[in-house]
Structure formats: C-alpha cells, structure tokens
Nanobody
C-alpha cells in the first residue's frame, strides 16, 4: 500500500515536496512513479524512478522544475516540485510496480497506487 502526502494550496512560483510512504514488501524491488490527474483530464505521467534511483525520467512539462528521489532504507519516495505553475494543479498519485523501464510512463506498468494528494497552485 502507498500513502501520498504533502499536497496543499500554494502560489505560483512556490515549492512543495510530496512524499509517498510504501508498505509494500521489498520496496527496493519496485520501480516508482508519480502521476497526476486534473479535473476532466486523464491521468498523466509526471516522473519515475528506477528501483535503485539510478535512473529517472520526467514529463517535458515538469523537467527542470521537479525532482524525484527515493530512500529505499525508509521505503519512501519523494517529488520535489519547484517553480509551481497553475497548470500543475491536480491530484498527485504515487505508484509502484515491477516496472520495465521502457514502460515507465504507462499507468499499466504500475500495480500499486496511492490515494492521491491534492496540489493547487493559484495564479
């Protein structure tokens, strides 16, 4: 099971750090991802991390502003979000799975999902 937290209401240009606590067994064996879903839109890929954190990937819309990291000793996964924009407003979900790296942007690659945390960026 995954528990995301850290969302909130911020202004344009502010920062937030999302956290995802994983109670899955053998957390280091899981690829991890962040996805987001805005009202009326499909869930979209935000960022992903390989099992050891050595490889990461970002959607073009967040590249250079967002950073993923993980602490395998603590079963934690993070998303540092800087320079937030109103278009970043969404519910953010963390996800885990035996991800084949080439499928990291695909929601079907992940079998465990957190409940989501709301991020709202005001202009």
């Amino acid at each position: 099971q995954l528990q995301a937290s850290g969302g909130g209401l911020v202004q344009t240009g502010d920062s937030l750090r999302l956290s995802c606590a994983a109670s899955v067994r053998t957390f280091p064996n899981y690829g991890m991802g962040w996805f987001r879903q805005a009202p009326g839109k499909e869930r979209e890929f935000v960022a992903a991390s390989s099992r050891n954190g050595g490889s990461t990937d970002y959607a073009d819309s967040v590249k250079g502003r967002f950073t993923v990291s993980r602490d395998n000793a603590r079963n934690m996964f993070y998303l540092q979000m800087n320079s937030l924009k109103p278009e970043d407003t969404a519910v953010y979900h963390c996800a885990a799975g035996q991800v084949i790296w080439g499928q990291r942007r695909n929601t079907n690659a992940y079998v465990n999902w957190g409940q989501g945390t709301q991020v709202t960026v005001s202009s």
